[in-house]
């Protein structure tokens, strides 16, 4: 009896975010919408040519408007409801971790359609601060697998690199643990590198491409980090890997 609980739980959820991504959606695609059906009646007139490029012009446009319009639309919803989450250790069926689940999904709709126009662009920063990430000023952001934003922390000028991964979460024996991630300023985050919860990177820390940095590590300031058995320290003022 309990694994049906526990699949109609699952199954109710999902539902009931496919019925809010549609609502989401939806609303996102209205101006795009808008802007095609005003394009398509006022190019009536055109050489069928020329009208087709504008209508498709228009649809185009209409797609960078609609992306822009989620990322709004969702960060002013979880703003607006002050939908934060909560460090600790929580049951994966309690009501943090459904929370969690809902703010991931809401993450998700943007991350599968649109995040990746916007990576190395000031909109990123704008979709994370909107989505509760405390951020520094000319964060540059080249990942689009940046999770659990309210529990994210990063300084001035640092910078994440392509496909790096930042995780405030992690499944442990049937619970969800919640935790911190704090980044420093002037930090670099190489490529596919991943950063678990619970991490502190100091400032002007490198963490070297294809790095795991494991839960609740500290990495002082001013090192270059490859994993645990390959930590180098080093003022990298004075030198680059």
């Known amino acids: 009896m309990k694994w049906f609980l526990t699949s109609l ?29 005003k394009v398509w009646g006022a190019t009536a007139a055109m050489m069928p040519l020329l009208r087709l490029f504008c209508v498709g012009t228009a649809v185009a446009l209409g797609f960078f408007i609609f992306g822009l319009t989620l990322i709004l639309l969702v960060g002013l919803f979880r703003t607006a409801l002050q939908l934060k989450l909560k460090e600790g250790t929580h049951h994966l069926f309690s009501g943090e971790a459904m929370k969690w689940a809902f703010l991931s999904s809401l993450f998700l709709m943007i991350h599968y ?50 496909g790096a991964i930042i995780n405030c979460h992690i499944v442990e024996r049937a619970s969800l643990k919640l ?47 490859a994993g645990r058995e390959h930590e180098i320290k080093k003022d990298v003022e004075k030198g680059v890997l």
């Not at 000023?137 to 640092?158: H, P, R, W």
């Open 179 to 225: 935790k911190k991630v704090k980044i420093g300023s002037n930090v670099l985050l190489g490529s596919h590198c991943t950063v678990m919860p619970g991490c502190v990177i100091g400032d002007r820390a490198i963490i070297a491409a294809g790095t795991i940095v494991p839960k609740n590590t500290v990495v002082p300031p001013r090192t270059v980090y």
């Open 9 to 37: 739980v699952q199954l109710l959820f999902a539902l009931f975010m496919y019925l809010m991504g549609s609502v989401f959606f939806g609303a996102a695609l209205v101006p795009g919408l808008a802007l095609i059906f």
């Open 113 to 162: 359609t649109f995040i990746d126009f916007i990576l190395l662009t000031p909109f990123a920063n704008i979709l994370f601060r909107l989505l509760g990430a405390n951020l520094g000023k000319n964060v540059q952001f080249n990942s689009k697998y940046v999770f659990d934003a309210t529990l994210l922390e990063i300084g001035d000028n640092t910078v994440v690199g392509g």
